[in-house]
């Protein structure tokens, strides 16, 4: 029988519980073996709770237990869930974990921890929530050469969207709408900047390309400039906006970004409406590949953290094969990765816009906006386009087109 434990029992750490006492029979058989939680840590009473019988307030109770082999850090934040984590793994304890922050922070170390005293740090709930893209590409896409990687990682602002598109809200309205129905926080900062995404972009890229991939050295902007005008146009233009998350690799360098982008209607990200997520990725080999699903809420998060704890179980003392390594990814300055823009300019500055963006730029009008024009630039470099903008002055906004 495999005795494990989890840290917090809050909305993740809950809902991991309710997987394994749900599922029991399912699980043991999946496993091989029983899997029962020993232990829940948290520093509240849950009276008339079935955690009681099995909730302590103390951590040294799992990190000394010598039949605890597998632990779930679902406390969130860096403190003090990466000081459990290191404990754990040096007490030769997997640990599983849907901790975006700390993974993204401290992903590279915590995996060399874990190697060293042969156990596993798992984290498949940490992208995604319950899309089962971090094991694809350790497992099932290793044999590619994979060149880029992009999605949409964030539920609450593709909600937020979705509403701005579909029912004409304005961005305040539709980020109130979001938090009544729980999809955003209080303070919504992380997801509404793109903080979240940046993350989530950072250690997917970093097990794309073998190389950790730092998420501060990400250009990030998020959604909170978005207008309903902006939407108008994007509907004109059978596009989309969304939050997209993004990195590839072009001729040894690298590149990442988050920020809103206008999506094709031909482009399979184009239809991932609501809070659901997509991530979508190219190799060498297979080609294109779209991972598809609820990419947060309670439920669909702790089922990926408890199937890492099964494959923590089955797997021993073997540790499972990841691609990321510490040596770092270089990331090259986003001034030399090259793309479409879509540009707003007052109506008067149409010709001047057209002379500095080139003649070949396709124009734009909504009949309701008569003071203002819009264009869709050639490709070109974002630092000839910041350049081109610096000329022309007076631009009202601007959104980069996918490639």
Known sequence: ????????????????????????????????????????????????????????????????????????????????AYDFTKQCLMAGKSVCTSNKELVAAKGPELMRIAREHHVNYLYEASCGGGIPIIRAMNESLNADDLSEISGILNGTTNYILTEMTENGTDF??????????GYAERNPEADVEGYDAQRKIAILSSIAYGKTVYYEDIHTEGISGVT??????AKKLKMKIRLLASSFREKGKYY??????????????????????????????????????SGAGKLPTASAVAADMIQAVKAGDTVLYSNWKEEEADLSPLD???????????????????RVFGMDA???????????????????TEQEFEQKAAKLGGILGRIRINM
Do not use: C
């Open 1 to 80: 029988m495999a005795k494990i434990a989890i840290l917090g029992y809050g909305t993740v750490g809950s809902g991991v519980a309710e997987v394994f006492w749900t599922n029991e029979k399912l699980i043991d058989e999946r496993a091989g073996e029983e899997i029962r939680i020993k232990y829940v840590l948290d520093l509240r009473d849950f009276p008339g709770d079935r955690v009681e019988a099995v909730l302590t307030h103390d951590f040294s109770d799992i990190v000394n237990d010598p039949e605890v082999t597998v632990v779930a850090e679902v406390m969130g934040g860096m403190k003090p």
């Open 172 to 181: 305040g309205d539709a980020l109130k709408r979001a938090q009544e129905l």
């Open 228 to 233: 309903p005008t902006d939407i108008e146009y």
């Open 256 to 293: 990442a970004m988050v920020a809103p982008v206008l999506v094709e209607h031909t482009h399979p990200l184009y239809s991932v409406d609501g809070v659901f997520n997509a991530i979508f990725v190219k190799g060498n080999m297979l080609g294109d590949a779209m991972f598809y699903g």
């Open 336 to 354: 030399s990765s090259s793309r479409r823009f879509f540009v707003r300019v007052p109506v008067e500055k149409k010709e001047e816009a057209i």
């Open 362 to 380: 396709e124009q734009v009008n909504l009949e309701e906006r008569p003071e203002e024009t819009a264009l869709i630039t050639g490709i070109m």
